[in-house]
């Protein structure tokens, strides 16, 4: 019952709801028809420009010619890289839009705005908001500090690629991509630290850990090969990781060479200022290693504290090559930053050697940075080498400006024909130390080949028509023996050393260590001569190490390379990079890739553009 009526009394409401509703929608139709008969005429908008509510995100271009920045101001977003096991990708974490095709770098990944559209009509003055503005639109703003697009790799091959013959090219990309290769096994496994252990995937951290030692050798030999994508990724890990505040003692010998040289040189090459301002970093922490009573280094220093110290060793002296192996990196930082205080340090050293000459003008390798005393073994091997090497190269890096030391390189050259060398097997030459020159019995270390190569530079910037000639026929004579050095070994791969019994050549030390020495004596004598010997040479060389020592992430030397079985020693030298490979490469290259008038190349193959040092720091300790 209950049910019959609750649905009854449901009924009686719907009627009346009804008659309610119908009322309402008359009175409307009533209220429509009279509103209809006077309406008023309402202004519109053209169809092509869109209503643009004031709580829209829009950009009005200014009549005063100021812009809205289209890329970041600040560093904020890029992540820092630190030390990884993964690959750094170059450049993707920065959302750069260049406005030219020119502006591309090849390895660039450009990011592409998938809502880009055409630009609006000159007459319009209201766009969205987008990255993609008209380049006449806004001038050309510099980019973040720091930030990897802040450098415009330069062009410093000065030669067209199509122009050239085949063989020459394919033997440059081969060097080419032994160098990617090798790099990039170092970078995925030991990014910011000192070598790759190529076998392994493991790092060797002899210089210290995390000071980038492959990363910044390797700089110029990128920007040479045109490997601009290594190059913005190792530029990147530079400006955010690389860090000299560290509680280590270093040989100042190796990280100026090696980094010291190699910073200087990527701002040579690039005018990047936050290169230079890492290399016055630290060049400033290894400024302790200069205060002895004779301005002659101490061979390590501590690169937090200043503490110094000398090779346990080395008895308590300093070593001839690495106290004389610091000019070129000391004065080119003079010369770049105006303060004379690098070039003073470094130049002294060369004045107290000067002034405490023997008699034949060839030094012993240990001399006393207290009271000079000197002894050893007179050479221009080991310990000894490079000192002879920078004084034609500072005289050079120096525009030529100081005959005293043209007069000291050319007299001191002169010594080393007289006294350290022999010929055999009619035009070979051996170059030895003092106390074997005269020996039946010799011995000759490939660390001595770069000696042909300053002999053929020597032949190259001197006046004297017979110091041309013998200086030339000397560095053809040391080439013909270092390919020798090769030739005598089973995998066609040098050792350390050979042994000489009158015109017979033989093994003595069968390590190979990745050495450029060969490859950079081929290079200047191919220069001097172009003879296509060595160029063939180098190429022998260059397929020996592809064949044999390419292990799975990179390349390294060999126990004995004169065994079937050679063993590996699981060490990628950061010479490799630096040197060996760019020697290879040049060697394959015409004269105006880096040609021999416009750059010096430091014991390292770093090349620094000559300077005026009387118009850069006003110093003259070379005028003796």
């Not at 009854?8 to 209809?36: D, E, P």
């Not at 503005?133 to 062009?155: C, D, M």
């Not at 980094?259 to 040189?265: A, E, I, K, M």
């Amino acid at each position: 019952m209950k049910f019959a009526r609750f649905w009854g009394a449901r009924n009686q409401r719907s009627n009346s709801t009804a008659r309610l509703l119908l009322g309402l929608v008359a009175l409307g139709l009533i209220f429509f028809l009279f509103t209809s008969t006077t309406t008023t005429e309402v202004q519109t908008t053209p169809d092509d420009v869109p209503v643009q509510s004031p709580d829209d995100d829009v950009i009005v271009e200014s009549t005063k010619g100021k812009d809205v920045p289209t890329q970041p101001t600040k560093n904020d977003d890029v992540p820092e890289q630190g030390d990884t096991d993964e690959p750094v990708q170059g450049g993707t974490d920065v959302p750069v839009q260049p406005t030219k095709n020119d502006d591309v770098q090849q390895g660039d990944k450009v990011p592409v705005n998938p809502a880009k559209k055409e630009a609006p009509k000159e007459d319009v003055p209201v766009q969205p908001k987008t990255n993609n503005r008209p380049a006449q639109s806004k001038p050309e703003r510099p980019l973040p500090p720091h930030s990897l697009y802040s450098v415009k790799i330069p062009n410093v091959v000065g030669y067209d690629p199509e122009d050239e013959d085949s063989e020459n090219k394919m033997r440059r990309d081969t060097v080419k991509e032994a160098f990617r290769f090798a790099y990039e096994g170092y970078r995925d496994h030991c990014m910011g630290q000192g070598e790759l252990k190529p076998e392994s995937g493991h790092c060797h951290n002899w210089l210290g850990g995390n000071l980038g030692l492959t990363v910044i050798d390797s700089l110029d030999t990128m920007l040479v090969m045109g490997h601009d994508d290594l190059y913005k990724e190792a530029r990147e890990w530079i400006a955010h990781n690389l860090n000299f505040a560290k509680d280590l003692s270093v040989s100042v010998f190796e990280i100026t060479i090696r980094c010291l040289g190699g910073l200087l040189t990527a701002f040579d090459m690039t005018k990047d200022q936050m290169m230079l301002e890492k290399a016055q970093e630290l060049a400033d922490r290894l400024l302790p290693a200069f205060k002895t009573s004779t301005g002659i280094p101490f061979g390590f220093v501590t690169l937090t504290s200043g503490a110094t110290k000398q090779a346990g060793w080395a008895g308590g002296a300093s070593l001839l090559a690495e106290m004389g192996s610091l000019q070129l990196e000391f004065s080119y930082l003079s010369h770049a930053t105006g303060n004379p205080i690098y070039a003073e340090k470094a130049l002294r050293v060369f004045k107290v050697l000067h002034d405490n000459k023997p008699a034949d003008g060839l030094y012993p390798v240990f001399i006393n940075p207290h009271n000079l005393l000197m002894r050893g073994p007179i050479t221009v091997g080991a310990i000894g080498d490079s000192f002879y090497e920078y004084l034609l190269k500072y005289w050079l890096l120096t525009n030529k400006t100081s005959p005293a030391m043209e007069k000291w390189y050319y007299e001191t050259a002169e010594n080393i024909l007289d006294v350290l060398s022999r010929k055999i097997a009619g035009d070979m030459l051996v170059v030895t130390d003092k106390a074997k020159a005269n020996n039946n019995n010799k011995e000759m270390e490939h660390l001595t080949c770069f000696v042909g190569g300053m002999f053929a530079l020597g032949s190259m910037n001197t006046d004297n028509k017979e110091m041309q000639e013998r200086h030339a026929e000397a560095g053809a004579g040391v080439a013909k023996i270092c390919n020798e050095m090769y030739n005598i070994q089973h995998h066609h791969l040098h050792g350390e050393s050979i042994k000489i019994n009158g015109d017979v050549i033989s093994h003595h030390n069968d390590q190979y260590l990745m050495r450029p020495e060969s490859a950079e004596t081929w290079f200047y004598m191919y220069r001097l001569t172009h003879d296509q010997k060595y160029r063939d040479w180098g190429w022998a060389y260059m397929q020996a190490i592809n064949k044999v020592t390419k292990r799975k992430y990179g390349y390294c030397g060999l126990r004995n390379a004169n065994a079937f079985s050679p063993g590996y020693d699981d060490v990628q030298q950061s010479w490799f990079l630096a040197e060996t490979l760019k020697y290879l490469y040049l060697l394959f290259s015409p004269d105006d890739v880096l040609p021999l008038d416009r750059f010096v190349f430091n014991t390292e193959a770093h090349p620094l553009s000559p300077f005026d040092p009387k118009t850069s720091y006003n110093f003259e300790a070379t005028d003796f």
